[in-house]
């Protein structure tokens, strides 16, 4: 990647996925980008001697989607995406977590029982913290971030799988992606992959789980449009474009990398098996039953960290 300056010129902008597809395209042509996120937009910028060639890549990418969606049978066509306006509830619901606790520190005595440690969770089998850590943020600025991930993310999964499943999966890859960052944190035998975190915290694990799901949900549409090999290789551009915004966001200094790296793994496995049928649109009462069912899981973990803490 290339630092910003004044011969970064912008090229494409978008508020959709599709910001995926376009990084792999300029990845794979070895074109240097800097990705920028303002009012709910992804902004491409690339060095100006790049500019032509960059706009030339993605325009021919484009063309070709276009060529490819025109000889496709109407049945073949990407079905309509769900409603659904979890993601707002998902968000005011982390916003109230942070209102009525506060921000993590060690001398929160709520919080601190709350928090993904991994020797509480791997010795003491307190599995809620697994739970409970992804409505914790250490500031405004990481609730934000956090909220605006998954409201991105989120509104993606629940486009495609609907609000029930959509969050089930999230969840379940949120959960997984703690407990895998916990193992990886206790194997001293893995030194390389230590975090320096004592504990962790965040939605930011459910937020790149999400991105997961998203990615693997395109690369199994392209491949069933086009297989895995020859010019069929561009299937994998959205799994590698997911990648790609996992290192853009989640690799700063404060962030927990193994739970970011294991939440997206997560998601990409739990989302495959329900990627390969070409829709999956489950009956509305189901998917309110699983919104409940997430719900009632969140609470449950949330009630034993308050009973504890007397």
Known sequence: MQAIDDNMHEVAQTAGDKI???LAVLAARDIDYHLEQADGLWRILVPAP???EAR???A?????ELRRAARREPDEREPAGHVSWSPVWVCCCLLFFYMKFGEYHASNAILSRAVADARLILQDGEWWRLVTALTIHGGAPHLLGNMLALLFFGWGVCGLFGGGLGWLLILAAGV???FTAAWFQSAHTVSWFQSAHTVSFGASTAGFAALGIMSIRQTVQLSRREGFGGLGRRA????GAGFALLTLLGTGPQSDLTAHLAGYG???LLGLPFSLPREVRLAPWLQWLLQVACLLVLLAAWRIVLYAAG
Do not use: I
Not at 236 to 239: M, Q, S
């Open 20 to 22: 995926m597809e376009w």
């Open 50 to 52: 790049a500019e032509d």
């Open 56 to 58: 030339a890549e993605l």
């Open 60 to 64: 021919a990418y484009e063309e070709d």
């Open 176 to 178: 997984a992606g703690n």
């Open 236 to 239: 994998w551009l959205p799994l």
């Open 266 to 268: 997560w998601g990409c």
